[in-house]
Each structure stands twice: as structure tokens, then as C-alpha cells.
């Protein structure tokens, strides 16, 4: 059975976030971070909290070779900060994002065949960079349409295709359902075929519009938990989204909503 997590900059915002992530544990939840950078580690080490997902990189991006020699180097800087945490799996995106979610060097078009190669051979060097360190980096799928325009290698699919072409535990998908609703939609069969292919690192998850907690828009998370049992999925399941009313009631819908 799945584990459920949830992330800690999106709910009890009147809180540091260290009683947030006390709070969640309290909960019964796992608890996820983003930059680190930003957050006193040495006081998230103390709580009980478990962290399993961060940032995994500060700096860089997969298209060009000077992006991906600054990614690659904080991305090793992002080892020690979870090694400091004890979190096993580090969160990638296509290219740096600023404090709005916007690429700091965006794509305007579809990514070249030259930029798919460049991608292709950083994300290895990533992936033994994780192997060695006993952790997992995963590359997020991100919506361009209302959130992260201009990122690259934003789509499911495409954030599968690479995962698929590196072919190393070291790297896996971080599925997003929130994103892939926006931008691509079937996404069962999407579950269905990532995880068939033992590409899954983890899910996250909001609904839509608004990305706030399942139960309050469009998508039948019933249906989508429902679908994880029957495949066997055993990885976290991630609430990455703003409580529609309070965080308790978030927290509330959220675990109703995957309990089957």
C-alpha cells in the first residue's frame, strides 16, 4: 500500500517550518520541503519529522552544458542537505524556476534534438550521482499552460522518455497529476504506464483548478487511488497543493480521499 506525505510550504503558512513539519508527522504524514536552502536544516533535523522529498538542485538547468555543469554542482551540495535530513529522494525540474515558478532561463519552443541530448546526458550523470549516495533524484512533469510557461521537458511525456532513456535507479519520474491534467489529461492510463515501465519515484498530487487538496475540483482522486491498489503501487503519494479552507480540512480530504 502507498504511503501518503505532504508538503510542508503549502499548509499551516502562519507556521515555521519546522512545527509544520511537526505538525504533519503528528498527523501521520511524511513530510516533503522544497529549497532548502531557504530553511533552517539543523532545526528540521530535530523535529521527528520524516522528510522524503526536497529540492535537488539550487542552480542550473538540462539544456545546454553551462546549465548542466551549475546543476550538476548544486545538485551535489543537495546531497549533503539530505544526507543532514536523512531524505532519500531529490526533486529535479527541466530548468531553474525563480520564487514564482518561472524557468530563470526559459525555452520558447519545443526543446531541439540537441538540447534531448544534452538532457539525456546530464540526467545520467545525475543518476550516478544519486547511486552512489544511496538516494534517488526524480524529474517532475510541470504544466506550461497555467503555471511554468517556458519550462522544458515540462510534459508527462516527456519527463518519461527521459527517465526511460537514462534507464538508472538512480533517476526516477515524479509524477505530478495536477500538471499532467492540465497539460496532457488520461491520467490512469498515464499511472498505468509509467508505473509499468517501474519508472514511478513518487506521485503528487492536487486538484484542479487551483491546486488545492483532492475532493475540490475536477479530478476523481477516488478513482486514481483505486487504481494505484489495483497495480500494486507502494511508492508516496504527495499532497503539493494550498488548502482550499483551513489546513486541517486539507489534511482531512486529502487522506479521504486515498483511503480505499
Same mark, same amino acid.
Given at each position: 500500500m502507498y504511503t501518503l506525505a505532504v508538503c510542508a510550504e503549502m499548509v499551516f503558512l502562519d507556521r515555521p517550518i519546522e512545527e509544520r513539519a511537526t505538525r504533519l508527522h503528528e498527523a501521520g504524514f511524511q513530510v516533503e520541503i522544497w529549497d532548502w536552502t531557504k530553511h533552517d536544516l539543523d532545526a528540521l533535523a530535530r523535529t521527528p519529522a520524516e522528510i522524503v522529498s526536497m529540492t535537488g538542485y539550487v542552480n542550473g538547468r538540462l539544456t545546454d552544458e553551462e546549465g548542466a555543469a551549475e546543476l550538476l554542482r548544486t545538485a551535489e551540495e543537495s546531497l549533503g542537505a539530505a544526507e543532514?535530513?536523512?531524505?532519500?529522494?531529490?526533486n529535479l525540474h527541466g530548468t531553474g524556476l525563480d520564487g514564482r515558478g518561472l524557468p530563470v532561463v526559459p525555452v520558447s519552443a519545443e526543446p531541439s534534438g540537441a538540447m534531448w541530448m544534452a538532457a539525456?546526458?546530464?540526467?545520467?550523470?545525475?543518476?550516478?550521482?544519486?547511486?552512489? #549516495?544511496?538516494?534517488?533524484?526524480?524529474?517532475?512533469?510541470?504544466?506550461?499552460?497555467?503555471?511554468?510557461?517556458?519550462?522544458?521537458?515540462?510534459?508527462?511525456?516527456?519527463?518519461?522518455?527521459?527517465? #526511460?532513456?537514462?534507464?538508472?535507479?538512480?533517476?526516477?519520474?515524479?509524477l505530478d497529476l495536477y500538471h499532467a491534467q492540465i497539460g496532457e489529461g488520461n491520467l490512469i492510463e498515464l499511472i498505468r504506464?509509467?508505473?509499468?515501465?517501474?519508472?514511478?519515484?513518487? *506521485?503528487?498530487?492536487?486538484?484542479?483548478?487551483?491546486?488545492?487538496?483532492?475532493?475540490?475540483?475536477? *479530478?476523481?482522486?477516488?478513482? *486514481?487511488?483505486?487504481?494505484?491498489?489495483? *497495480?500494486?503501487?507502494?511508492?508516496?503519494?504527495?499532497?503539493?497543493?494550498?488548502?482550499?479552507?483551513?489546513?486541517?480540512?486539507?489534511?482531512?480530504?486529502?487522506?479521504?480521499?486515498?483511503?480505499?
Open positions: 543532514h535530513l536523512g531524505c532519500g529522494r531529490l539525456r546526458r546530464t540526467l545520467a550523470r545525475i543518476a550516478e550521482l544519486g547511486e552512489s #549516495a544511496g538516494v534517488t533524484f526524480t524529474l517532475e512533469n510541470l504544466n506550461t499552460a497555467v503555471d511554468h510557461p517556458g519550462v522544458p521537458f515540462a510534459r508527462a511525456a516527456d519527463t518519461l522518455a527521459l527517465v #526511460a532513456a537514462v534507464d538508472r535507479p538512480g533517476l526516477r519520474m515524479n504506464e509509467a508505473h509499468g515501465a517501474g519508472l514511478i519515484g513518487e *506521485i503528487q498530487v492536487a486538484d484542479v483548478p487551483g491546486r488545492r487538496e483532492p475532493g475540490t475540483g475536477e *479530478i476523481n482522486y477516488p478513482a *486514481i487511488a483505486r487504481t494505484l491498489v489495483d *497495480i500494486g503501487y507502494e511508492g508516496t503519494v504527495a499532497m503539493e497543493a494550498w488548502a482550499a479552507d483551513d489546513s486541517e480540512a486539507a489534511l482531512n480530504r486529502f487522506r479521504e480521499a486515498f483511503t480505499v
